[in-house]
């Protein structure tokens, strides 16, 4: 958070170890184009535009050994053959993700669906979005369905989680395709599933009483560890990533605990060890709500569901009031930006013309500069790990802190405005009008204070 990862990353990437003559090249994923052009710029070792069909394209360029730049999006599409080609490889390639890459990928069968995008296969972006639409209406009926037909079996025998971490009680919950069953292609839900199981992993989750009672309810996807294994190292740049979804992903994939080195960034330079640190000029931050800190609207994203259209009035006049007072000028897309859940931002906006859709970010965002000159945030949102992941790493006794995950994403959200922009002065607002978010996020924010006052008067700080 503002302590100079991106420089740190070029730095490394400039040493003469992914040089012309070396042996060791790597890859690059950003979450935007323009970022792609920044590092090209800066980066003396020559890396290739990715141009026409652009996953195959990539191909290529990994073939050729050459140093790649590309972006999330695309790197979310990496299939069974990028990684056979990373492994195959005569240069040992090494990979920097900006943020935390997508593990987690979906849900079937559950309330809570899954981030399905880019993770389908597809030759085209509507063959694709086709796809995810089908994984997308797997629920618990399909999945006893393709239990029963053989097609999906237990990889081993359902044992009972213990007290402590089990890899056996792990993999007993995986869930695989029957190397026996004589598969059919054909145009239909089954095979893009298919299709889907060749690059992610599924565990089941729950028992179907109503069937058998040996069916699991519901399937949890994750990104095949076998994608970060093809790398000679991986390097992931993001804040509070310990003990992150992340950090219980490699668990979950029984990479050895050994291999996980935690780096800090001193100078520019990336620093061996793990130190927590809070972000710089947090006294420019400010909490705003309104009936003395009272204030609690319900914003998970099943109350959303709920809502009538007087809830969203209020939320939309709650947060005019607020931009109204510190400006003195109606919402907009230049004095703030809003978040929520995605598909609500209409709804909000009510029709009005005066709260510009524009001003609307989704709640996920990470890692784009195109707000820093925004001065006000309103957060619309009470964001909530999926329960049934939750349930399933419980049930696997990996511990999962949910205040870190909601803390984690509003402070990406927030590290989008102008605060992120060291050299500024103008302070920063931040409306929540969710009393448990702005409880987790005030707590944060006054022991950041803190610790910056400490700090200037050259006194001890918390770091680990």
């Known amino acids: 958070m503002g302590k100079g990862k991106t420089t740190a990353l070029i730095k490394n990437c400039n040493h003469s170890m992914y040089g012309k003559d070396s042996n060791r090249r790597f890859i690059i994923a950003v979450t935007l184009k323009t970022e792609i052009e920044r ?22 360029q990994i073939k050729n050994g050459e140093n ?40 079937f069968g559950g309330t809570w669906k899954g981030n399905f995008s880019g993770k389908a296969s597809g030759r085209t972006k509507a063959e694709r979005a086709w796809n995810e639409e089908l994984l997308a209406r797997i629920g618990k009926d399909e999945i006893y369905s393709l239990f029963k037909a053989g097609i999906l079996v237990r990889k081993n025998p359902w044992l009972d989680a213990k007290e402590s971490f089990s890899e056996d009680v792990v ?19 089954f095979q893009v599933l298919y299709d889907f199981i060749k690059t992610h992993t599924l565990y089941g989750y729950g028992e179907n009483e109503s069937r058998d009672g040996e069916t699991p309810t519901v399937l949890l996807s994750f990104t095949k560890i076998d994608l970060f294994n093809a790398f000679n190292e991986v390097w992931i740049l993001s804040y509070l990533l310990k003990d992150s979804i992340l950090d219980n992903y490699l668990k979950l994939s029984s990479v050895n605990q050994e291999d996980i080195k935690y780096y800090h960034v001193e100078n520019n330079e990336f620093v061996l060890g793990y130190k927590f640190e809070y972000p710089s000029n947090l006294r420019r931050l400010n909490v705003c709500c309104e009936n003395n800190n009272e204030l609690d609207m319900k914003l998970t994203k099943g ?29 907009s897309a230049k004095n703030c930006i809003v978040t929520t859940f995605s598909g609500y931002e209409r709804k909000i ?23 820093q000159d925004i001065n006000i945030v309103l957060y619309f949102c009470d964001r909530r790990a999926n329960p049934l992941l939750m349930n399933f790493f419980k049930q696997v006794n990996i511990d999962f802190d949910e205040i870190l995950f909601s803390l984690s994403e509003i402070v990406q959200l927030v590290w989008r ?40 008067r050259n006194l001890p700080t918390i770091s680990e």
């Open 39 to 60: 590092i090209r710029n800066e980066v003396k070792c020559k890396t290739q535009n990715i141009n026409g069909h652009k996953l195959e394209d990539l191909k290529k």
């Open 68 to 107: 790649i730049v590309c972006t999330h999006s695309l790197f979310n599409m990496f299939d069974n053959e990028v990684v056979e080609l990373i492994k195959n490889s005569s240069y040992a390639y090494d990979l920097y993700h900006d943020e935390q890459p997508i593990t987690y990928t979906g849900t």
């Open 171 to 189: 993999r007993s919950r995986e869930i695989i395709l029957n190397q026996e069953y004589k598969f059919e292609k054909s145009k239909n839900v």
């Open 303 to 331: 109350k959303y569901s709920e809502f009538k259209d007087e809830d969203f009035s209020n939320l939309y006049s709650c947060g005019r009031r607020l931009v109204r007072q510190l400006t003195n000028k109606e919402p």
């Open 349 to 371: 906006k009510q029709g009005t013309k005066k709260y510009a859709l524009k001003s609307f970010v989704p709640c996920n965002i990470k890692a784009t500069n195109d707000y």
């Open 417 to 456: 405005s102008n605060i992120r922009v060291q050299e500024s002065e103008k302070p920063v607002f931040v409306f929540i009008p969710n009393k448990r978010t702005r409880d987790i996020f005030n707590d944060w924010l006054i022991e950041g204070k803190n610790q910056e006052i400490l700090k200037e």
